[in-house]
């Protein structure tokens, strides 16, 4: 449990609040909200969540078993013995498969090798993405919480004047669907990196 898995227990009551204070009466015309829901289209209490199940230490679990089995691909292309010793049609096929079965392993670019290779640096990438994901929501969620608007959603009787209830819960919505719609965007770059990871096109 990291901070982000404390700090959602106990925002639990406020974005609950939030997002039925936004189901019921909507948001002030022209918030900063609106355009950060169309982002995200989720309620803040569901955005939340879906960033806190983000689990970067299981994706990053799988990185070392793949970059062994890259290094194991490479190696058996490289062990691949040479038809030194004889020739003929035989030697040649062989040879030709040889070939084939070393550019499968390692040489070509769209070799097992490249492809486990590409998949762990993706993985690398993926888990920092998580892991900054997870601590940007959690420093938004520590300013929420302890923001003038969480005390007047979360405090019965609680008021402050020019700042009424739906306008709060608006406010606290756009810092928190800001904070991950940004992110997510971020991870849009990723997409550039599973293009090693296509099946290759006949040519």
Same mark, same amino acid.
């Given at each position: 449990?990291? @901070?982000?898995?404390?700090? =959602? ?7 609950? *609040?939030?997002?039925? +204070? ?8 022209? !918030?900063?909200?609106? %355009?950060?829901?169309?982002? +995200?289209? =989720?309620?803040?209490?569901? $955005? ?13 679990? &799988? +990185? ?7 290094? &194991? ?30 550019? @499968?392993?390692?040489?070509? %670019?769209?070799?097992?090798?490249? *492809? ?15 892991? !900054?994901? *997870?601590?940007?929501? &959690?420093?938004?969620?520590?300013? $929420? ?7 007047? =959603?979360?405090? %019965? ?5 020019g700042l009424p209830e739906t306008r709060a819960a608006a406010d606290i919505a756009a810092l928190l669907l800001?904070?991950?719609?940004? *992110? ?11 293009? %090693?990871?296509?099946?290759? @096109?006949?040519?």
């Amino acid at each position: 449990m990291d @901070q982000l898995d404390r700090l =959602l227990t106990v925002a639990e009551p406020l974005l609950s *609040r939030v997002d039925q +204070v936004l189901s019921a009466a909507g948001a002030p015309e022209g !918030h900063q909200v609106w %355009p950060e829901l169309r982002r +995200v289209r =989720l309620l803040p209490g569901d $955005a939340a969540r879906s960033v806190g199940a983000l689990r970067p230490a299981a994706v990053a679990e &799988a +990185v070392p078993e793949l970059r062994a089995q890259a290094r &194991a691909c490479a190696d058996t292309a490289d062990a691949l013995p040479l038809a030194t010793s004889w020739t003929g049609d035989a030697a040649d096929a062989y040879e030709a498969l040889r070939r084939r079965t070393a550019e @499968q392993l390692n040489a070509g %670019p769209n070799s097992l090798s490249r *492809r486990m290779t590409a998949t762990a640096d993706l993985a690398d990438t993926l888990t920092d993405w998580m892991t !900054h994901s *997870r601590n940007a929501l &959690a420093s938004a969620l520590a300013e $929420a919480l302890t923001s003038a608007e969480s005390l007047i =959603l979360t405090t %019965p009787g609680a008021t402050f004047p020019g700042l009424p209830e739906t306008r709060a819960a608006a406010d606290i919505a756009a810092l928190l669907l800001r904070t991950i719609a940004d *992110r997510y965007d971020l991870a849009e770059d990723l997409l550039a990196e599973i293009g %090693p990871l296509r099946s290759p @096109q006949p040519v």
